[in-house]
Antibody, heavy 120, light 109 residues
Framework: EVQLVQSGVEVKKPGESLKISCKASGYNFSFYWLNWVRQMPGQGLEWMGKIDPNDSDARYSPAFQGHVTFSVDKSTSTAYLQWTSLKASDTATYYC?????????????WGQGTMVVVSS | EIVLTQSPATLSVSPGERATLSCRASQSFFNNLAWYQQRPGQAPRLLIYNVFGRATGVPARFSGSGSGTEFTLTIDSLQSEDFAVYYCHQYDSWPPAPTFGGGTRVEIK
């Protein structure tokens, strides 16, 4: 089955670091850019950026540049989203998503989301 | 960046009726527009890509239209499972960054 499976709920304190994961299965991980999307509580979707699993070329939305880092491990078909110093405003659900329709960048495959709570 | 404005914010519709959702862009782009459905507690689900294309498994009552800066998602004969939040998404060539609209909530009238 083609799927993206994300890591579980995280509860952290401001200033702590965090790395969440998105494991791909059922398709060739290197073929498709992997995108990250944020959804703050009760709010809409925000595109954070994307990474090419083939060579780790990453593109960041200006709103997230410098605050998060994307990485991949091709050996385990896993993508990661990392923070070095969390803020309360990072509280959100984070989705990984893949564009899989030929010639299109619409996201036809989504992970189930990882909820991150940052609170003192 | 391209700003997408969805209207209305909330749409109250009776089951069996038609819903028409609008997505307006701050600048014109060529057809790289998608629509997603998000039910409570679930990840978004792709409905429409490239303005008109229906994703695999999406019922025919969902259709997309539009061009330039004005795009529409139409849901014919609303079913109970269609009451959800819908987002438009432009994914024109990089740069600029892809963006999402603010969403339209379709609720039972």
């Amino acid at each position: 089955e083609v799927q993206l499976v994300q890591s579980g709920v995280e509860v952290k304190k401001p200033g702590e670091s965090l790395k969440i994961s998105c494991k791909a299965s059922g398709y060739n991980f290197s073929f498709y850019w992997l995108n990250w999307v944020r959804q703050m509580p009760g709010q809409g979707l925000e595109w954070m950026g994307k990474i090419d699993p083939n060579d780790s070329d990453a593109r960041y939305s200006p709103a997230f540049q410098g605050h998060v880092t994307f990485s991949v491990d091709k050996s385990t078909s896993t993508a990661y989203l990392q923070w070095t110093s969390l803020k309360a405003s990072d509280t959100a659900t984070y989705y990984c998503a893949r564009p899989g329709i030929e010639g299109e960048d619409a996201f036809d495959l989504w992970g189930q989301g990882t909820m991150v709570v940052v609170s003192s | 960046e391209i700003v997408l404005t969805q209207s209305p914010a909330t749409l109250s519709v009776s089951p069996g009726e038609r819903a028409t959702l609008s997505c307006r862009a701050s600048q014109s782009f060529f057809n790289n527009l998608a629509w997603y459905q998000q039910r409570p507690g679930q990840a978004p689900r792709l409905l429409i890509y490239n303005v008109f294309g229906r994703a695999t498994g999406v019922p025919a009552r969902f259709s997309g239209s539009g061009s330039g800066t004005e795009f529409t998602l139409t849901i014919d004969s609303l079913q109970s499972e269609d009451f959800a939040v819908y987002y438009c998404h432009q994914y024109d060539s990089w740069p600029p960054a892809p963006t999402f609209g603010g969403g339209t909530r379709v609720e039972i009238k």
